[in-house]
């Protein structure tokens, strides 16, 4: 008659504060990108992440504190590569615009955006405001020649467009016969237009 061993114990993971909220948001992030904005739920997060329901209430609040928190997080994330690509590059247009596209096409973010928006919680995104004025105040306004309002209204036009490229290209593009990269394609047309008109004081 043989003896089992005993299963090992599982050691639990200590983790900083800091450490502790990152894992639940990449676990949140994973789920989001995976299965869309309804799969972040309690339960689903915290199991995803390895922890235990109150671990996720002690760190965020509430399922629509991590709602919030993840939002932040893909904004912070965007702002750092948009801002990166400026300070390296002359073609403000095209990293910016490239950037934005990336961002919204390839990380949920533009499901996240428009579930927070559809469920009446789009003014929890208070952060956008913070990450435009950055990048106004850095390159965007003195390199295409324009004064600040002209360059934040450009670059509105530029966010709309990314998230409706990353929310309903793909489909649109598929439904009328379309290749998957002209819903991009002619956003970047009208930004442009955008952008002369606005250079020629138009």
């Given amino acids: 008659m043989s003896i089992e061993a005993p299963a090992p114990k599982t050691t639990r993971v200590r983790r900083t504060p800091e450490a502790a909220r990152e894992n639940i948001l990449a676990a949140a992030e994973a789920l989001l990108v995976s299965q869309g904005p309804q799969a972040i739920k309690l339960a689903d997060v915290a199991k995803a992440a390895g922890v235990v329901h109150a671990n996720v209430i002690h760190h965020f609040g509430s399922i629509a504190g991590v709602e919030t928190a993840l939002m932040e997080r893909m904004?912070?994330?965007?702002?750092?590569?948009?801002?990166?690509?400026?300070?390296?590059?002359?073609?403000?247009?095209?990293?910016?615009?490239?950037?934005?596209?990336?961002?919204?096409?390839?990380?949920?973010?533009?499901?996240?955006?428009?579930?927070?928006?559809?469920?009446?919680e789009g003014a929890r995104m208070t952060l956008v405001r913070e990450v435009v004025e950055a990048i106004i105040d850095t390159r965007v306004a003195r390199d295409t020649g324009v004064d600040r309002e002209a360059a934040v209204d450009f670059v509105m036009l530029n966010i709309i467009l990314a998230v409706g490229v990353g929310?309903?290209?793909?489909?649109?593009?598929?439904?009328?016969?379309?290749?998957?990269?002209?819903?991009?394609?002619?956003?970047?047309?009208?930004?442009?237009?955008?952008?002369?008109?606005?250079?020629?004081?138009?």
């Avoid at 442009?192 to 020629?200: H, I, P």
């Fill in 167 to 202: 929310l309903f290209g793909p489909t649109l593009s598929a439904l009328l016969g379309r290749p998957s990269e002209r819903p991009r394609e002619l956003a970047l047309e009208l930004i442009e237009g955008r952008l002369s008109a606005s250079q020629q004081g138009g």
């Fill in 75 to 120: 904004i912070r994330q965007l702002a750092e590569k948009v801002l990166t690509a400026l300070d390296r590059d002359d073609a403000v247009l095209g990293v910016g615009a490239q950037a934005l596209f990336d961002a919204f096409e390839a990380k949920g973010a533009a499901r996240l955006a428009a579930w927070l928006e559809l469920t009446g």
